[in-house]
Nanobody, 121 residues
Framework: VQLVESGGGLVQAGGSLRLSCVAS????????MGWYRQAPGKQRELVAT??????????DYADSVKGRFTISGDNAKNTVYLQMNSLKPDDTAVYYC?????????????WGQGTQVTISS
């Protein structure tokens, strides 16, 4: 499975961007998909995840993006989105798409190549 991100760019503070992550295979096979980000000189951090469960799906967000970012998935398009609103300069980072599934009880992780998001003040 390959993950390809798009949608990054340069926007002013207060603006919006929507990131897309297209998987080469079916995202339905993934247990969790999400977005991480890494700013210069900082560790990679979780931004948002969406996890399949018996009752549907659950989402989780970093405290710093709650209320501003929304993660969603489209199984038919094998795509996961990250809608980012009210962007701040602190959101500047390379954003990576992430996916996880279990194969014979072993966790397998997948990462995209990253897309740059730059927020100007």
């Amino acid at each position: 499975v390959q993950l390809v991100e798009s949608g990054g760019g340069l926007v002013q503070a207060g603006g919006s961007l929507r990131l897309s992550c297209v998987a080469s295979g079916s995202i339905f096979s993934m247990n969790t998909m999400g977005w991480y980000r890494q700013a210069p000189g900082k560790q990679r951090e979780l931004v948002a995840t969406i996890t399949r469960s018996s009752s549907g799906s659950t989402t989780d967000y970093a405290d710093s993006v709650k209320g501003r970012f929304t993660i969603s998935g489209d199984n038919a398009k094998n795509t996961v989105y990250l809608q980012m609103n009210s962007l701040k300069p602190d959101d500047t980072a390379v954003y990576y798409c992430y996916a996880k599934r279990f194969v014979q009880r072993m966790q397998v992780d997948y990462w995209g190549q990253g897309t740059q998001v730059t927020i100007s003040s």
